[in-house]
């Protein structure tokens, strides 16, 4: 079977992947606050490097919005022209965004297969999601099949999102301050570690430490609080605007892991807006 892959834009794949695994970028939006409108559709990295600019000058975050059923359902419809049997959605966690009911709603109009998922993730965790799709789709699964696989490993923890924000406030003006409790302050100076609960789909804060090599360690001993060390995994670094941080952090993966790939991406406009500039960190699959 011919099987297309969705992802949504916060996914912050690697480029050079959407031809390699054959995957589709369905952008989410975003408003700013005089009502100026721009997709997260970001290619290279002169793009962003000025979306980062122009979110540093502004008082006021732009707020993003998910794509309209409409335009999910151009995506369907345009993979079923180009002869595709077969549609797997990757979405970005529910407790983010409303983007996977809108790919479920929409999927029940069509006669060909489409499974849509809930990652319970977003960032470069979701391209990894899709890597791994592709993988078993190559070994002949049904999307069925494979959809089930990614929903078993991510309940099984074998997909780690873990990064650290050295801008709070932006997690402040974007408005989710409710949800960081404990961590809401002068915070400036502070960098602080987050990663994705694998359960809830929600952002959560686990430690603050001051400097970035902390944080880097930070980081790595999360992941090591749900991958052992050795195991195999493929990683994806990345980054807003902070990518000097990221050769310091492939080197403490790569000697506490046996990587089989490793990678990196920058963070699109959405995920940028909501953890800011100076943002760094890693998505990890656990391979074995």
């Given at each position: 079977?011919?099987?297309?892959?969705?992802?949504?834009?916060?996914?912050?794949i690697?480029?050079?992947?959407?031809?390699?695994?054959?995957?589709?970028?369905?952008?989410?939006?975003?408003?700013?606050?005089?009502?100026?409108?721009?997709?997260?559709?970001?290619?290279?990295?002169?793009?962003?490097?000025?979306?980062?600019?122009?979110?540093?000058?502004?008082?006021?975050?732009?707020?993003?919005s998910?794509?309209?059923?409409?335009?999910?359902?151009?995506?369907?419809?345009?993979?079923?022209?180009?002869?595709?049997?077969?549609?797997?959605?990757?979405?970005?966690?529910?407790?983010?965004?409303?983007?996977y009911?809108?790919?479920?709603?929409?999927?029940?109009?069509?006669?060909?297969?489409?499974?849509?998922?809930?990652?319970?993730?977003?960032?470069?965790?979701?391209?990894?999601?899709?890597?791994?799709?592709?993988?078993?789709?190559?070994?002949?699964?049904?999307?069925?099949?494979?959809?089930?696989?990614?929903?078993?490993?991510i309940?099984?923890?074998?997909?780690q999102?873990?990064?650290?924000?050295?801008?709070?406030?932006?997690?402040?003006?974007?408005?989710?301050v409710?949800?960081?409790?404990?961590?809401?302050?002068?915070?400036?100076?502070?960098?602080?570690?987050?990663?994705?609960?694998?359960?809830?789909?929600?952002?959560?804060?686990?430690?603050?430490?001051?400097?970035?090599?902390?944080?880097?360690?930070?980081?790595?001993?999360?992941?090591?609080?749900?991958?052992?060390?050795?195991?195999t995994?493929?990683?994806?670094?990345?980054?807003?605007?902070?990518?000097?941080?990221?050769?310091?952090?492939?080197?403490l993966?790569e000697?506490?892991?046996?990587?089989?790939?490793?990678?990196?991406?920058?963070?699109?406009?959405?995920?940028?807006?909501?953890?800011?500039?100076?943002?760094?960190?890693?998505?990890?699959?656990?391979?074995?």
């Amino acid at each position: 079977m011919k099987t297309k892959i969705l992802l949504d834009s916060t996914s912050d794949i690697p480029h050079d992947w959407l031809d390699k695994l054959d995957v589709t970028l369905i952008p989410l939006h975003l408003t700013w606050p005089d009502g100026v409108q721009e997709d997260d559709d970001s290619r290279d990295i002169s793009d962003i490097k000025d979306f980062w600019n122009r979110l540093e000058k502004s008082d006021k975050l732009p707020t993003s919005s998910q794509p309209s059923p409409g335009e999910i359902r151009n995506f369907y419809e345009k993979a079923l022209k180009e002869g595709y049997e077969e549609i797997l959605v990757l979405c970005i966690s529910t407790n983010m965004s409303g983007t996977y009911n809108t790919a479920k709603l929409v999927a029940e109009e069509f006669d060909i297969p489409i499974y849509v998922v809930d990652t319970k993730n977003a960032s470069s965790i979701n391209a990894l999601a899709a890597k791994r799709a592709r993988e078993l789709l190559n070994e002949g699964k049904s999307v069925e099949e494979v959809g089930k696989i990614i929903e078993k490993e991510i309940a099984e923890e074998k997909f780690q999102a873990i990064f650290y924000v050295s801008r709070f406030d932006y997690l402040v003006k974007g408005g989710r301050v409710s949800k960081f409790q404990g961590f809401v302050g002068n915070l400036l100076s502070i960098n602080v570690g987050l990663y994705i609960e694998h359960n809830t789909g929600a952002m959560i804060p686990f430690k603050k430490v001051r400097g970035e090599k902390k944080a880097r360690t930070m980081l790595i001993n999360k992941a090591l609080e749900e991958v052992p060390e050795g195991s195999t995994v493929d990683i994806i670094l990345v980054h807003a605007d902070n990518e000097d941080s990221l050769a310091s952090l492939r080197k403490l993966l790569e000697a506490t892991y046996n990587v089989r790939e490793i990678t990196t991406s920058f963070m699109g406009k959405v995920i940028s807006t909501h953890v800011g500039p100076g943002t760094a960190g890693f998505a990890l699959y656990k391979v074995k």
